[in-house]
């Protein structure tokens, strides 16, 4: 007893984060002995709910994954409330030399009942009708019994999966099990010797000519095709085939609809080699769904990301639950030239790539032939580029496997006390460029790809080469926001770039700083990591690396970069494409974003949009009319229906802990296109929020006009030398001062 008080009373630091939602905390200075794996099992059993203060009877902890860096040990822990999953809440011990030192924190004491009041039939049944417009007393689904945070506390949910449309279909779904009310949900496809092979070392635009390399770990039973050998711990970490039209269909609701077929076709023993040099199409931009080159790009590409984590010194590093040994099916597959059904009778080339977790729908629908099932890494054969050819694609895409692997961060968007917050999505996009730019050791993701798409989608060029994005970017947290994960994360891309350059010029090499972003991530507990949440993580993970001196430097970054600036919020006078909102829960498509509400003492159910607006009012202005068009992502005909929320001096605040939820602001501005905001007062800052009563979506064309509509006249007061202090470029500035009434002026 005495010894838990010791170890209770020990340095306890809390990061309060933003939002109504659990505080995350660090328990530093602690001397927990664990002798073997035994003894960590019985710790973690024993001692670990005590320690982080919930009821050791109805929480368990257990064993999600460990990994060890350089001596020092993760281990990850899951938890359950009587015997239900929660989702999303994790605590990671760290040890060196078997004892337990630090202890990072996401799990608290709550308390609900766990029998459902709604089944999951009834819960499927509401949700599958409305988002796929299909009627049927039975949808084909699969489902889990889960415990979610939502809403300032912890709900009892059915995590709901249907029956994909299509390979880009991860979505699933949370459904109160009391209430049977949508709690949201997301989407989890995120969206790029004889073993001899020649590859283009990054992609074809930037390394112009082809080399000859050693595959590695291609296997002796496998008929020569590109498949991983059994390693030390029976399991295969790579599989990489094609996907060829044959004629295959699969079948969706009664409906037949074409699919490509995965099909291993690279052959050392046929071939003598993997050297297949048929890319002239890939390399000039026209579409070939057959090549084999592509197929063995991806393995060569998955491979060396890999094999390069695993040289870092993380001995234990394994991916996924299903990616261990074990497991039947336990490799990462690699898919090349794949092509999505465009009718029912045919196939079309995919502008994209996606990494998806193991799931079984897909399997059923897309592998039920192939020889291998398990997390898949897909690389579409698109219209002007071969996804596969491009090898920062493939770490991106990998760099998701990665995330999702030891940082656990969720594909949703969460409510909070801004409205809803994407923060995790786009720490989780900034997080796998990250591992593009670690690899091929330039901030340019994507020079092919981009080559081909470039000048059609008005892509800027950085230096001789364009980019699908670029991680020596100016762009900030809350300021450069547009509510679109990858665009979001650029911020969190180019802070990682730039604290690698200043360890660079520090003497630190990439390896180093790459070895401390796995720890980093490493030691995240909580899936709804926001960007204040994760500079907290990376100051605290300085503290144990070789880095440790590089903690003021990081910090500076992280600041300049905006990290440490609660309110989402960005400036309505600076342009932007488009803001973007998630939908309400009564439209077919994307699980809803939304919150019920009560405002002007009318309850309704509404999606806020991912970050709020300020505008610092000028002189001689009183009224702001914001203007802007509506518009679907999906291309239906519905549209989004935005209102608007102002709120002087603060943001717009929504109070999570009551039902409807209770909303802080001054004005509710309602309109179609167009929106005024009128009795501003001068030199003040007012917030402005967007709510959408419609299906997801965006607004684009935005526009503001000021004016000055009362009726007393106003005049900008013109300062004389006496008010300012005279500088070299205030004599250059002879121009007169504009005094006249000031009526509108409009800016894009």
């Known amino acids: 007893m005495k010894k838990l008080f010791v170890i209770l009373m020990s340095v306890f630091t809390a990061l309060i984060l933003c939002g109504n939602s659990v505080q995350q905390t660090i328990i530093k200075n602690l001397d927990l002995k664990v002798e073997n794996k035994a003894g960590l099992l019985k710790v973690v059993e024993e001692k670990i709910p005590g320690i982080v203060s919930v009821d050791g009877t109805n929480f368990k902890a257990e064993m999600a994954f460990s990994n060890k860096v350089r001596g020092i040990s993760f281990h990850k822990l899951k938890w359950t409330y009587r015997g239900i999953p929660i989702e999303g809440r994790y605590t990671v011990l760290q040890e060196k030399e078997g004892v337990i030192f630090k202890i990072h924190n996401h799990i608290t004491q709550f308390d609900i009942e766990t029998k459902p009041t709604v089944d999951k039939l009834t819960a499927a049944k509401n949700i599958f009708s409305l988002k796929y417009q299909i009627n049927s007393s039975q949808p084909d689904f699969i489902s889990d019994l889960v415990i979610v945070e939502r809403a300032g506390g912890y709900r009892l949910a059915w995590k709901i999966r249907f029956r994909p449309e299509s390979m880009l279909d991860g979505r699933f779904f949370y459904v109160d099990a009391h209430t049977g009310k949508s709690l949201g949900g997301g989407n989890f496809v995120m969206s790029l010797s004889e073993n001899s092979a020649k590859v283009f070392e990054t992609n074809p635009i930037r390394d112009r000519d082809p080399i000859t390399v050693e595959l590695p770990w291609v296997a002796d039973d496998a008929e020569g095709k590109l498949t991983a050998k059994l390693d030390e711990k029976d399991v295969r970490k790579i599989v990489a085939t094609n996907c060829l039209d044959l004629g295959d269909t699969m079948e969706y609701y009664g409906q037949k609809y074409p699919r490509c077929t995965p099909t291993q076709v690279a052959n050392k023993y046929e071939n003598g080699n ?13 579409v070939d769904a057959e090549d084999v080159y592509s197929e063995v790009s991806v393995y060569y590409h998955l491979t060396k990301i890999y094999n390069y984590i695993l040289n870092l010194g993380i001995t234990d590093f394994t991916h996924l639950s299903c990616h261990r040994a074990g497991y039947d099916n336990n490799s990462i597959i690699g898919v090349s030239n794949f092509q999505m059904p465009s009718s029912a009778t045919s196939l079309a080339p995919m502008d994209n790539a996606f990494y998806s977790p193991h799931d079984p729908m897909f399997a059923e629908m897309f592998f039920s032939d192939f ?9 579409g054969q698109g219209t002007r580029a071969d996804f596969a050819y491009d090898g920062d694609v493939i770490y991106h895409e990998f760099g998701h496997a990665i995330v999702e692997s030891v940082a656990g961060l969720a594909y949703a968007s969460f409510p909070d006390k801004y409205g809803y917050s994407n923060e995790s999505l786009a720490l989780n996009e900034g997080m796998a460029d990250t591992f593009s730019f670690i690899i091929s050791g330039d901030p340019c993701l994507g020079e092919y790809v981009s080559e081909g798409f470039g000048a059609m989608y008005g892509m800027e060029k950085h230096g001789e080469f364009y980019c699908l994005r670029y991680a020596d970017n100016e762009n900030l947290v809350n300021e450069n926001f547009y509510g679109e994960s990858h665009h979001d994360g650029l911020p969190a891309v180019s802070a990682h770039w730039k604290m690698f350059k200043a360890a660079q010029a520090e003497g630190y090499t990439m390896d180093d700083f790459a070895e401390f972003f796995m720890k980093a991530l490493m030691s995240v507990t909580r899936s709804d990591l926001q960007f204040q949440g994760w500079a907290e993580v990376i100051l605290s993970t300085l503290e144990e690396s070789k880095m440790a001196d590089m903690h003021d430097a990081f910090e500076e970054i992280l600041t300049e970069k905006n990290f440490f600036e609660e309110i989402r919020a960005r400036d309505i006078k600076k342009p932007v494409q488009y803001l973007m909102s998630g939908g309400v829960s009564n439209y077919p498509g994307a699980p809803s974003s939304s919150l019920p509400v009560e405002i002007d003492e009318m309850e309704m159910e509404v999606a806020p949009m991912y970050v709020q607006l300020y505008y610092d009012v000028p002189e001689c202005v009183d009224t702001l009319v914001i203007s802007g068009t509506p518009a679907t992502m999906d291309g239906s005909s519905s549209t989004p229906r935005y209102n608007l929320l102002a709120r002087k001096d603060k943001p717009v605040i929504w109070d ?19 929106w005024t905001v009128k009795k501003l007062e001068p030199g003040k800052r007012y917030y402005l929020q967007f709510i959408n009563s419609g299906p997801e979506g965006l607004l684009h064309s935005i526009r503001t006009t000021e004016s000055w509509s ?25 121009d007169p001062v504009d005094t006249d009434k000031k009526d509108t002026k409009s800016s894009g």
């Open 656 to 674: 999570l802990n009551d039902i409807p939820v209770k909303v802080k602001y001054d004005d509710f501005i309602t309109g179609t296109n167009e």
């Open 274 to 286: 993997f050297i297949y040099e048929d890319w002239d199409k890939g390399v000039a931009f026209k």
């Open 710 to 734: 009362s009726k007393d006249e106003c005049e900008i007061e013109e300062k004389t030398d006496d008010d300012k202090e005279e500088t070299d470029e205030d004599i250059l500035a002879d």
């Open 371 to 379: 020889e291998y099932s398990g997390d898949m890494i897909v690389l």
